[in-house]
């Protein structure tokens, strides 16, 4: 086995998986430390999960999550209103068929994020780890903001 590689999102980082998970708990960390990083903790989240489907999407409905997150995050300027409907939407009953896990899923990942200690970087990292995560996901855009739609209509049905 590599460990010099993570096996999911093929950072390269000691300790493989292992060591890829230990730089997630990281940002959570820095999420805790400054409010803008927390504020960005969510897209962060969803783009190390689409990076690591094996582990945190299982569930058709952990990968619908994750991927509609992805989508609020990144074609929705990561409005919370919509994050919350997704939950809304998830927690009830609904049928999903969870897409195929892809093989490429971005050149940029967490490592790229963490790699300096000032907050304002860490914040367009993020960003730009988020979009290209999002850009590997090119195949199942229609499946994302379908996801969303129900998610919102859903809201809508609700009032
Ligand atoms: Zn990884």
Redesign the pocket.
């Known amino acids: 086995m590599n460990e010099d590689h993570?096996p999911?999102?093929?950072?390269a980082?000691a300790g493989g998986?292992t060591g890829?998970q230990l730089l997630f708990e990281e940002i959570g960390f820095r999420a805790a430390q400054h409010p803008r990083i927390a504020a960005v903790h969510w897209l962060a989240v969803d783009a190390y999960c689409m990076?690591?489907v094996e582990r945190y999407c299982r569930s058709a409905k952990s990968y619908a999550a994750h991927l509609t997150g992805l989508c609020c995050g990144v074609e929705h300027g990561a409005d919370r209103k919509i994050y919350a409907a997704i939950q809304r939407w998830l927690n009830g009953k609904v049928v999903l068929e969870k897409p195929p896990a892809l093989n490429q899923r971005g050149s940029l990942?967490?490592v790229d994020v963490l790699a300096d200690q000032d907050v304002e970087k860490t914040r367009t990292r993020v960003k730009e780890w988020a979009d290209c995560v999002w850009g590997a996901y090119l195949s199942q855009h229609d499946i994302a903001r379908n996801w969303l739609q129900a998610a919102l209509e859903g809201q809508r049905k609700q009032k």
């Open positions: 993570c999911e999102c093929g950072a980082v998986l890829c990076q690591h990942t967490i």
